[in-house]
């Protein structure tokens, strides 16, 4: 009853059962149209940072929301600039500038920002708690956790906790429809965005001159941004800011803001910084967001080389 | 370090690899003493320095109260300095914030303004299991019922053994100690076993506890929902499951890991949602906690030696402190008394029953007791769960008085049918199990069936999405 032998046949019996379900499982998340992608987590955010840590002028990092992750392709930027590495900093719905002050803070870092040019209206709390990550949790093992889960997470698809047969449970735990599967997470950190997948919601439905955008908060920011981006170009660093594609009412909105508060003049004039405007890349003002913030992965290579000629033109990189 | 992790899975194949290589067994001991310090450091640092100084003072005081065995002066001072350094612990980590903060509502209500120090305590993880391990140690060398132990090894081991460290079984050092003599023979059938055990205990903490149970309970307990009163009783219901399948998968995974190593620990639950009567319950929950403090506390009270109305003063000592044990909190011991109730108005019914001549309940009045014993401790769980003393009481009245909820539905209704299958599921199953042992029944089925059950068990573990829960019992 109680037989060494008995228990060896019981675990290879539970191993075969365990290898035809995930195997099938596996299969069907694929035939569904599940793709292979990495976990986007707090780790591989830091597993980023840290190859930004005492970067020089070769480098660039980018920092911002979730648009700069989709609508640059990486990709294609490293075929635009061959000769550099970049880095993908950006947290969806997040504020860029405690990554900024951050990067600032690093006295050997002497790299090229590219930002976002968000003004603080969202929540930085993701930020922090993924620098705390970063400085305070990002030891020798999880490192390794995270390699092996990006090597792991890249080859089968059931290993990310986003894919198709977690949300279905968790849909069902949830009493949520199932959410789409349009958002892949490259290993770069990258975001490829298929709206050909998605139902093209948009995400903005009300005008964001109501989030906040006020004109007694503008100018503030703008004087701690140019303090924290100086500490960077004094160090022979460099901080440019582009604007990116939005659609509908969201870019209605902006543009009304962007009006009202004369931004981008009054952005350049008061930090001293690059700010590229969708009115300076050609063609960029023409690119479709199908939800309104963000371009689809087909359009993301496009808008790369257009602003890639554009900061080559102005010799920014 | 979380048994629902991947480090320790990685911790516990190196430790299990380095325990059966053929090192000598005092070096395999040496070996899990090390593993465990290292597992115990990965919350903090600094609190193994704690863990080290309550063993180190334990293992002296009792040699000194064994030495000092003819002396009652010295062997009842070094048992009081023992003591001493082991509640004080406890107390300061544990209950220091709690009364602070109640003296000065008690100061504030006679009119004395008094602001204290901000005290920010952090309570080390596991300080209540290990520190009740000492004192049973200690109070058993005082009465003479183990001799101390001489190696310094052995005991550390015994207080720092790391697959029960954190949350329990609370071993005696008799049941432990023993098995440090020599090497555990070469049954490999344990870790078969072991690993079963493993498995179930980590199927019921992630797949019930974490993935069915906590969102419901979670939702009901929130201390801005107002629940209708089914949606109540679906939340207490949910969080019967819960808290047992999490401490209990705690414990299985325990006695598992620690069965992989070759030692065997106490059983800790025996299907306590099959009790008939609250005596009954603590036979089977939390066996040994209610065995400690029976020993420990409610005997050397009196017990039932001196009277009802003293074994009813004990009874709620007893219960009260088992309820204050758990956490810092009113609910808490709020908690611990409906048990201490309970347990009194069972014995005084169970009295009257033996004088009227009544023996064993029929079959249907058997099956009704243990229902009503699990609605009377779902009740006394809404105070373990609630935030504090008013939700517990405004829940209560919802259920008990069908008090109105604000109308939004807080639970959809296949969740409050799936809730309340998963608990009939349950008790079904408890009360199958009620008399049987587990290994036995599992062992008696074909190697094919159990492989298939424990496949789909890893497949479940594996498929909900990763949330790495602590278990509730750490808090404690």
């Keep these: 009853m109680d037989k060494v032998a008995d228990w060896k046949k019981t675990w290879v019996c539970a191993a075969v059962v365990v290898v035809c379900v995930l195997f099938a499982a596996e299969i069907t998340a694929r035939a569904l149209g599940d793709l292979p992608g990495v976990e986007d987590d707090a780790a591989l955010w830091a597993h980023w940072r840290e190859q930004a840590e ?12 979730s648009r700069l992750r989709t609508d640059i392709d990486l990709e294609a930027w490293r075929e635009e600039f061959p000769g550099r590495r970049v880095i993908m900093l950006a947290i969806d719905g997040s504020y860029f500038f405690p990554v900024l002050e951050d990067l600032a803070a690093d006295e050997n870092f002497r790299g090229v920002v590219l930002c976002d040019l968000k003004f603080p209206t969202v929540n930085d709390a993701v930020t922090l708690r993924y620098l705390d990550h970063y400085h305070h949790q990002w030891n020798a093992f999880e490192k390794f956790k995270r390699n092996a889960g990006t090597w792991l997470q890249m080859r089968l698809v059931l290993v990310n906790s986003s894919s198709l047969p977690r949300r279905f449970l968790d849909s069902l735990r949830k009493r949520r429809p199932l959410s789409s599967l349009h958002l892949q997470v490259l290993p770069d950190r990258q975001l490829k965005a ?24 503008f100018l503030p920011f703008l004087a701690s941004l140019k303090k924290t981006g100086n ?36 952005f350049e004039k008061e930090t001293g910084f690059e700010v590229l405007s969708l009115e300076k890349i050609p063609g960029a003002a023409d690119l479709e967001c199908p939800d309104s913030s963000h371009l689809d992965y087909r359009d993301a290579p496009r808008f790369t080389r257009l602003l890639a000629s554009v900061l080559k033109e102005r010799g920014l990189l | 370090m979380l048994f629902n992790s991947l480090s320790f899975i990685i911790f516990f194949a190196v430790v299990l690899f380095l325990h ?41 005081a009792a040699a000194r109260i064994n030495r000092h065995r003819n002396n009652p002066v010295l062997k009842r001072a070094f048992l009081a ?11 300061f980590f544990k209950y220091g914030e709690f009364f602070l903060v109640n003296f000065t509502a008690l100061l504030k209500t006679a009119g004395v303004a008094y602001q204290p120090p901000g005290a920010n305590i952090i309570l080390p993880v596991g300080i209540s299991f290990y520190t009740f391990q000492t004192i049973s140690y200690t109070l058993d060398v005082y009465h003479g019922k183990e001799r101390p132990w001489k190696s310094l090894l052995d005991f550390m081991l015994y207080v720092s053994f790391f697959p029960q460290l954190v949350a329990g079984p609370i071993v005696r050092a008799g049941q432990f100690l023993p098995q440090c003599e020599n090497p555990p023979g070469p049954a490999r059938s344990q870790i078969g076993w072991g690993t079963a055990l493993m498995t179930l205990g980590l199927f019921e903490k992630i797949f019930i506890a974490d993935f069915l149970m906590a969102p419901i309970a979670d939702r009901i307990f929130d201390p801005a929902a107002f629940p209708s009163a089914p949606e109540a009783w679906a939340g207490a219901a949910a969080f019967s499951i819960q808290i047992f399948c999490d401490f209990a998968g705690y414990s299985t995974c325990a006695i598992g890991a620690a069965l992989c190593l070759g030692f065997a620990l106490p059983d800790n639950f025996r299907y306590p949602y099959a009790a008939a009567g609250f005596s009954d319950f603590w036979n089977r929950w939390h066996m040994t906690l ?18 009802a109305l003293l074994q009813a003063r004990n009874l709620m000592i007893t219960m009260l402190l088992g309820g204050l044990w758990h956490g810092a909190s009113w609910t808490f011991v709020v908690w611990g008394g409906l048990h201490g109730l309970f347990l009194y108005i069972e014995h005084g019914i169970k009295k009257a029953a033996r004088a009227r001549g009544l023996g064993r309940p029929a079959p249907l009045t058997f099956a009704a007791l243990v229902l009503l014993t699990y609605v009377l401790a779902c009740a006394a769980w809404v105070f373990f769960r609630a935030a504090d003393l008013t939700q517990a009481i405004r829940l209560l009245a919802v259920m008990t008085a069908g008090a109105e909820g604000r109308g939004n539905a807080l639970l959809a209704p296949i969740e409050m049918v799936s809730v309340f299958a998963i608990t009939a599921l349950t008790l079904g199953l408890h009360g199958f199990m009620r008399e049987r042992d587990l290994k036995q029944t599992v062992c008696a089925l074909p190697f094919w069936a159990r492989g298939l059950a424990l496949g789909i068990l890893v497949v479940l573990i594996l498929g909900v999405p990763a949330q790495q829960k602590a278990f509730i019992y750490f808090q404690f």
Excluded: M
């Design chain 2, 290 to 307: 209610s065995t400690w403090l029976r020993d420990y506390l409610y005997i050397p009270l009196g017990g039932n030696r001196k009277g």
């Design chain 1, 231 to 266: 500490l960077i170009r004094a160090r022979g660093g460099s901080v440019l800011f582009a604007e990116l594609p939005t659609t509908g009412v969201l870019k209605e909105g902006l543009d009304e803001n962007f009006k009202e508060l004369d931004y981008f003049r009054t």
């Design chain 1, 194 to 217: 298929d709206y050909r997948k998605d139902h093209h919601q948009p995400l903005w439905k009300k005008n964001p001159l109501r989030l906040g955008y006020k004109e007694e908060d």
């Design chain 2, 20 to 60: 059966h290589r053929p090192f000598s067994w005092r070096v395999r001991k040496f070996n899990l003493l090390a593993a465990s310090y290292f597992f115990y450091a990965c919350w903090s640092p600094p609190f193994v320095l704690l863990l080290l100084l309550s063993t180190l003072i334990d293992w002296w």
């Design chain 2, 81 to 91: 300095l023992s003591l001493a350094v082991n509640l004080g612990f406890l107390f």
């Design chain 1, 54 to 65: 005492g970067a020089g002028p070769e480098t660039v990092v980018i920092i911002g929301t």
